[in-house]
Nanobody
C-alpha cells in the first residue's frame, strides 16, 4: 500500500503561482508513475499532468506551458509548480500513483489517491 498526502493549495489571484507537493509513504520502493488530477464542482475529475518513474512528463493542453510537474524519488515526493494561474484552474487537486513505471492520463489507471487540496484562483 502507498499513502499519498497533498499540500500547498490555497487562494491566489489570477496570474499568481502556487506549488503543490505530494508526499508518498508506505510501499514506495516500487517504481510508481504519478500524476495530478483536478475536479471542479459539478465536473468530472480531469487529468492535469503526469510523470513516469524515469521522469518523462505529460500535460493536459489546458496547462501546458504554465504548469510543471517534477519528482524527487529520493524524497518520495512529487511537485506541481503552477504559474500564470487562471480562475478556470480553480478545483480540488489530487495526486495519484499507479503500480506501473509508465503513465496513463486516465484516472481509472491509478491505484492510490491523496485526499486532495483546494486551489482557488480569484479574478
Amino acid at each position: 500500500q502507498v499513502q499519498l498526502g497533498e499540500s500547498g493549495g490555497g487562494l491566489v489571484q489570477a496570474g499568481g503561482s502556487l506549488r503543490l507537493s505530494c508526499a508518498a509513504s508506505g510501499r514506495t520502493s516500487s517504481r510508481h508513475a504519478m500524476g495530478w488530477f483536478r475536479q471542479a464542482p459539478g465536473k468530472e475529475r480531469e487529468f492535469v499532468a503526469a510523470i513516469s518513474w524515469s521522469g518523462d512528463t505529460y500535460y493536459a493542453d489546458s496547462v501546458k506551458g504554465r504548469f510543471t510537474i517534477s519528482r524527487d524519488n529520493s524524497k518520495d515526493t512529487m511537485y506541481l509548480q503552477m504559474n500564470s494561474l487562471k480562475p478556470e484552474d480553480t478545483a480540488v487537486y489530487y495526486c495519484a500513483a499507479r503500480t506501473y513505471a509508465l503513465v496513463t492520463t486516465t484516472p481509472a489507471g491509478y491505484d492510490y489517491w491523496g485526499q486532495g487540496t483546494q486551489v482557488t484562483v480569484s479574478s
